[in-house]
């Protein structure tokens, strides 16, 4: 009975690569995965576009995003202090 068990351990461990069959279809399996794979990352890429390569991986983009608000929002702010300024048809203009 001992025997046995130990025969059938070592078939499990010791795996014959006997098959060329498999080891064929196991490459090609292999070799499509991986071109599956680079034309999923190539089709990320592609849809990103320029706006998505200009704000970075989609882990920044959002700190990429907030950046350009806060530039605008004090591109807005400056040109509003500059307009109010103390020009008197300004200050006449904003005060209505």
Same mark, same amino acid.
């Given at each position: 009975m001992a025997s046995d068990r130990e025969d059938a351990k070592r078939s499990i461990v010791e795996r014959a690569d006997e ?29 990103? +576009? ?33 307009? +109010? ?12």
């Open positions: 098959d060329p069959e498999l080891q064929e279809t196991l490459s090609a399996a292999h070799h499509f995965q991986l071109a599956l794979t680079k034309e999923t990352h190539r089709h990320r890429e592609t849809m990103r +576009g320029w706006f998505g390569r200009m704000l970075g991986p989609n882990e920044s983009s959002p700190i990429a995003i907030a950046f350009v608000g806060m530039v605008l929002g004090l591109v807005g702010a400056m040109s509003c202090l500059v307009a +109010g300024s103390n020009i008197p048809d300004n200050i006449q203009f904003w005060g209505q």
